[in-house]
């Protein structure tokens, strides 16, 4: 079992910075990528961004791919969203999450049927 801590919510103003963090622990050897999707009222959960804990391959949606940096510390078992020139339109709760990564039709994902393990979430609103 994994259970997955997020931290580093919070309200910023639009262009602003948050980084979030999320701390794993329990088995964290079997899963291959963590990573962080987000959820905005009224719309479905998606794919943020991901990083794998072997290589430091790093995969992001479109829409944050010039603004948001995912990274990892092996040793703590952490991952870190850096996001910058945050918007509006990125205000959400803030999930994190493990499982390996995939691929379709030019989106990345984490399972093939979503992530092994979430954490509780975090809320982050950019106000205008």
């Known amino acids: 079992q994994v259970q997955l801590v997020e931290s580093g919510g919070g309200l910023v103003q639009s262009g602003g910075s948050l980084r979030l963090s999320c701390a794993a622990s329990?088995?964290?050897?079997?899963?291959?990528?963590m990573g962080w999707f987000r959820q905005a009222p009224g719309k479905e959960r998606e794919f943020v961004a991901a990083?794998?804990?072997?290589?430091?391959?790093?995969y992001y949606a479109d829409s944050v791919k010039s603004r948001f940096a995912i990274s990892r510390a092996n040793a703590k078992n952490t991952v870190y969203l850096q996001m910058n020139s945050l918007k509006p339109e990125d205000t959400a709760v803030y999930y994190c999450?493990?499982?390996?990564?995939?691929?379709?039709?030019?989106?990345?994902?984490?399972?093939?049927?979503?992530?092994?393990?979430w954490g509780q979430g975090t809320q982050v609103t950019v106000s205008s």
């Open positions: 999450a493990m499982g390996p990564i995939t691929s379709s039709g030019g989106r990345y994902s984490l399972g093939v049927r979503g992530p092994d393990y």
């Open positions: 990083v794998t804990w072997s290589d430091g391959n790093t």
């Open positions: 329990g088995r964290t050897s079997s899963g291959g990528s």
